[in-house]
T-cell receptor, first 111, second 112 residues
Framework: NAGVTQTPKFQVLKTGQSMTLQCAQD?????MYWYRQDPGMGLRLIYY???????DKGEVPNGYNVSRLNKREFSLRLESAAPSQTSVYFC??????????FGPGTRLTVT | GQQLNQSPQSMFIQEGEDVSMNCTSSSIFNTWLWYKQDPGEGPVLLIA?????ELTSNGRLTAQFGITRKDSFLNISASIPSDVGIYFCAGHSLSGYSTLTFGKGTMLLVSP
């Protein structure tokens, strides 16, 4: 099992450009999450999907949209990237007892 | 919203020393989790705790679910250089629905 996979690993965008971060899990988990990690801020929840067909806002949703494409895949879209969105983005999925399993991350720089 | 206070923020120790870190909250949690993040990688689950008072080990790591359900502790014995990384606590409360609350992490540096 690959667990949680994310693409791309690195990305550089110019202000105003758009992009989609992809995430997939092969553990048959119902719930999936997107976080951003900034120095000194810890992990902050952007959006989550408790089950296929549902999505909910987290702590910092502004500037982002998500799509739960199917049970395996949960994508994060930046419609018009801003320098404040420079961060490391992690996708996670939830096991049976609230534990979450993380992907390797996407390192995004917006210039 | 809920917050977890994780301490210390960072530690610099000698190889072979024991390490302790903890997380505290003003709210009750029904699950405590401890993660480690290596540089450039995603967090990896180390230990999961589900009952107040529970003590669980994973090799040289031992974690405890506090009896008040408002705190948790992680101990690392006989540290080695590969223990370097950031250690996060996370908690789940029933009011948190499907989400976790994370501490801000303890950065551990180990000198050979």
């Amino acid at each position: 099992n690959a667990g949680v996979t994310q693409t791309p690993k690195f990305q550089v965008l110019k202000t105003g450009q758009s992009m989609t971060l992809q995430c997939a899990q092969d553990m048959n988990h119902n719930s999936m999450y997107w976080y951003r990690q900034d120095p000194g801020m810890g992990l902050r929840l952007i959006y989550y999907s408790a089950s296929e067909g549902t999505t909910d806002k987290g702590e910092v949703p502004n500037g982002y949209n998500v799509s739960r494409l199917n049970k395996r895949e949960f994508s994060l879209r930046l419609e018009s990237a801003a320098p404040s969105q420079t961060s490391v983005y992690f996708c996670a999925s939830r096991g049976v007892a609230y534990e979450q399993y993380f992907g390797p991350g996407t390192r995004l720089t917006v210039t | 919203g809920q917050q977890l206070n994780q301490s210390p923020q960072s530690m610099f120790i000698q190889e072979g020393e024991d390490v302790s870190m903890n997380c505290t909250s003003s709210s009750i949690f029904n699950t405590w989790l401890w993660y480690k993040q290596d540089p450039g990688e995603g967090p990896v689950l180390l230990i999961a705790l589900y009952k107040a008072g529970e003590l669980t080990s994973n090799g040289r790591l031992t974690a405890q679910f506090g009896i008040t359900r408002k705190d948790s502790f992680l101990n690392i014995s006989a540290s080695i250089p590969s223990d370097v990384g950031i250690y996060f606590c996370a908690g789940h409360s029933l009011s948190g629905y499907s989400t976790l609350t994370f501490g801000k992490g303890t950065m551990l540096l180990v000198s050979p």
